[in-house]
């Protein structure tokens, strides 16, 4: 006796719901991973400042660089993280909902202000008004931390000039507005973290 079996059907390789989920759940790991990467830097800030031994916090010719810099470049990530964000609303479910036209001006816009930040940053690294390489807990702990927030901003911006480029029509990141959505999360951390720094940083 002959058997009809049903024909297997394969799950779709995603639904919006399940990227959406799957988007959320890995940018909290992300940014929780990264908390602890920058609490360190804070932490060594506050325990060497506080310790001070043999007064070798601020080394004699160590200065606070100019904070008119570093407020440029606190500046410049949240336009970033701002562009970013207007650009990703017009590819989720809003007024503008896939308009990738809209969204990939802002991106461009989002990508040119952090390149900007990153060029400042570079250019106090430059001029700093101490050497780093001469030792002490401040000098050591601002190169580490903007050395560190140097770093993720240039995979940030990477990450960036993927979304981008799928920011069309058919493009994964128009296809996918919620992962395109969540990495501007991840933008406005990396602001956060620079204002906190600059506040730090250069009033403390």
Avoid at 32 to 52: E, K, M, Q
Avoid at 141 to 152: E, H, N, S
Avoid at 153 to 162: E, K, P
């Amino acid at each position: 006796m002959s058997q009809r079996f049903a024909p297997e059907q394969s799950a779709p390789e995603w639904t919006p719901e399940v990227d959406a989920r799957l988007a959320r759940v890995g940018m909290r790991i992300l940014l929780g991973a990264d908390v602890f990467f920058f609490a360190a830097f804070f932490f060594a800030f506050f325990y060497l400042r506080a310790l001070n031994n043999d007064y070798a916090w601020l080394p004699a010719g160590t200065t606070h660089p100019t904070r008119a810099i570093g407020a440029i470049i606190v500046l410049l990530l949240v336009l970033c993280a701002a562009f970013y964000m207007l650009g990703a609303r017009a590819l989720g479910k809003t007024p503008l909902a896939k308009s990738p036209s809209t969204a990939r001006p802002l991106f461009w816009l989002a990508l040119i202000a952090g390149i900007l930040g990153g060029v400042v940053q570079l250019y106090e690294f430059r001029n700093l008004g101490f050497d780093p390489q001469l030792g002490g807990g401040f000098p050591s702990v601002f190169v580490g931390l903007k050395g560190g927030l140097l770093a993720q901003i240039v995979g940030a911006l990477l990450w960036l000039g993927s979304h981008i480029a799928q920011a069309r029509p058919l493009g994964d990141s128009a296809a996918r507005p919620a992962s395109a959505g969540m990495f501007g999360y991840f933008l406005i951390f990396l602001a956060g973290v620079s204002l906190v720094a600059y506040l730090v940083l250069y009033f403390v």
